[in-house]
Each structure stands twice: as C-alpha cells, then as structure tokens.
C-alpha cells in the first residue's frame, strides 16, 4: 500500500486530480479540519477544486510514508496562495489511512487549525482560530465550497467590540 500513497502524492503534486480521485475507494470517506466525511466521488471533487483554486500556485512535498497491513500514514506539507486571502500558508498535515480492496478506503488528515487560519487569515485568524465556532464556520462554508473571509472591524480601548465580520 505504501506504492499507493506514493502514487496519490505524486499525482497530487503533479496537479493531477484525476489519479488522486482514482486512488479512493468507491465508498471512500475523507475527513479533516475544513472538509468532514467527504463520502465516494467528493474526496476526488475536493482535490480537483483545491488543485483549480491554486490557479498553478501549489507545492506539495510528502515522506514518512507508512503502511502494514490494511493501515498506513504519511506526513505531508503544501505550500500555496490562499485564494480568499491572497496570503502565503505553508501547512503540515499527518495522514492516516485505511485500505480496502487495494484503495484508500478512509483517509483523515490532521494539521493545526489555529496555525493555518493565522496564516491563511492573517490577524482574525490568528485571532479567532482557536475557537470552536471558527472550526465550524470553516466546516460549513468549505462543504458548501465557499470562501471565508474573516476581519477584525473595530477595536476599542483594551478590548474588541464589534470585533468579528464573517463574509462567506
């Protein structure tokens, strides 16, 4: 299996959406901080979107490729231009899978929520990426496959009032 999570790497650093879709099993599910329980076709649908959105701007680098058996994990990193945002993220993700039939049967990737919206957000997300409600927000707008933007819009004395404007 570890040729497979090879192959789905390297179609992804490749841009190639295709191959990537190819990898999952047809009742695959895909899950992580913005993109929950992806199920079959979406998984693929998701990469070819994120891959599209780059617009050409995307790095993706992989190791520590693991499996026995029916499990096996990676480490990967992507590099790109957040499309919302216009704002560089570098982003460290561990991936975990689950096989079945000679596919990717489940795959989970997990990376710092609060790290990521800091970069990709700037000031708010730093700000608010720790926070339960924001991890929600993401959730819902990227299952829709819109775009977050997020602003701090006052501040007074010590504190923030009117602090948070979602935009989706």
Request: proline content about 1%.
């Amino acid at each position: 299996m570890q040729q497979l999570i090879h192959k789905f790497y390297t179609a992804f650093a490749a841009k190639d959406a295709q191959t990537m879709a190819e990898c999952y099993h047809p009742d695959a599910v895909f899950t992580d901080e913005a993109f929950v329980n992806l199920r079959g076709k979406e998984a693929g649908f998701m990469w070819k979107m994120l891959i599209e959105r780059s617009r050409g701007h995307l790095t993706i680098s992989f190791s520590n490729v693991q499996a026995t058996g029916e499990q096996g994990s990676a480490q990967w990193v992507a590099g790109y231009i957040f499309s919302a945002s216009g704002r560089n993220v570098i982003n460290h993700i561990h991936a975990e899978f689950e096989f079945k039939d000679g596919l990717i049967y489940r795959h989970t990737d997990r990376f710092n929520l609060h790290k990521w919206a800091a970069q990709a957000l700037g000031f708010s997300g730093w700000l608010l990426g720790g926070f339960g409600f924001f991890r929600k927000k993401i959730q819902q707008t990227a299952r829709q496959g819109n775009v977050i933007k997020l602003s701090v819009t006052s501040t007074v004395g010590r504190g923030l009032t009117k602090c948070v404007k979602l935009e989706v």
